[in-house]
């Protein structure tokens, strides 16, 4: 057993949710942001905006590719400031003083231009079609990322957050079953060990036996000695597992080392699940012996389990 790495980086899931709601640079407005995490083999990021914000939609991808490394990643983001008035909290009403005081300034406009006596009367004019009309400037994905940059990196930085805590779960996890293992790797190293110190009496036996009918067994000794040393050498190289052994202590620790490191995972888990896969399957070919294949059946049961949560690691 290899000592135990100290733990490194985080190792992430990929599965996360949080949300949050700040203002934006310029403290003009509020936004709102919902981004959610599930696995994924790459990186696959969905985004959700305003209208006025798809300009910036490159920039907000690109500052998530720098932030994640694999998942999908559904982002939302709202203005709840954009709208009057909010079903979820109903009778509160807010107002756009700015707008106001431009459609106010619009309608004296129309009285001083056109005589109008009646401030009613010009109202019914403002309200006509294509009378009154609202233009908003057109802001640069610059402009509109300076903007929403610190909220957006507030929400990535609490999805990482969310990330790692369930990398961490994942990782206690994955380590209790590099421990089963080991376990059950001893167990069948222990077999294996009394399985090789009565061989050579199985064989033994097996070939007297076969020689049994001959009257004169002294004669023939020199003859039985070479056919159980060449049946035992056949034997113990058809069934002697002390290799898949040694190649399987060598994947856990480096199952275990690579949980230690942390980072990006994930994939390197799963090849190296993959190579523990198939010691355990030459191991239960080879040995047969029941005692072996029920432990070697308990691994795989264990490294499937490992697969499962390994999904899950970015």
């Not at 998530?64 to 694999?70: A, F, P, S, V, Y």
């Not at 403002?126 to 057109?138: H, I, L, S």
């Not at 421990?179 to 033994?204: C, D, F, K, M, V």
Request: contains cysteine.
């Amino acid at each position: 057993m290899a000592p135990p790495t100290p733990p490194g980086k985080s190792v992430l899931s990929m599965t996360g949710f949080t949300s949050c709601e700040s203002k934006t640079r310029s403290q003009k407005e509020s936004l709102r942001i919902e981004a959610r995490s599930l696995n994924h083999r790459f990186l696959d990021i969905k985004l959700r905006l305003p209208r006025e914000y798809m300009p910036a939609d490159p920039l907000i991808r690109n500052f998530i590719q720098t932030k994640l490394g694999r998942g999908s990643i559904d982002v939302r983001i709202d203005r709840p400031s954009s709208s009057t008035l909010s079903s979820a909290t109903p009778g509160l009403v807010q107002v756009n003083l700015e707008l106001a005081q431009a459609y106010h300034a619009a309608v004296d406009h129309l009285v001083f231009k056109l005589g109008i006596q009646d401030r009613n009367y010009a109202l019914e004019i403002a309200k006509q079609q294509d009378v009154c009309t609202r233009t908003v400037r057109e802001q640069s994905a610059d402009e509109i990322w300076s903007e929403i940059e610190p909220v957006l990196e507030t929400a990535v930085l609490r999805l990482i957050q969310a990330r790692e805590q369930e990398g961490a779960r994942l990782r206690s996890i994955l380590l209790d079953q590099v421990n089963e293992l080991r376990a059950l790797h001893g167990r069948i190293r222990a077999r294996r060990q009394e399985l090789t110190s009565a061989y050579p009496t199985r064989i033994s036996d097996k070939i007297r036996t076969l020689f049994e009918s001959l009257k004169e067994i002294t004669e023939a000794q020199s003859l039985i000695e070479t056919r159980i040393s060449q049946e035992l050498a056949l034997l113990l190289d058809r069934t002697d597992i002390e290799e898949e052994l040694q190649r399987f202590a060598a994947h856990l620790d480096h199952f275990e080392k690579t949980l230690n490191e942390g980072g990006q995972v994930g994939r390197k888990i799963e090849f190296i699940l993959q190579e523990l896969g198939r010691e355990c399957n030459t191991l239960g070919n080879k040995a047969q012996d029941y005692s072996i294949s029920e432990e070697t059946l308990q691994i795989k049961v264990r490294l499937e389990q490992c697969r499962e949560q390994c999904l899950n690691l970015e």
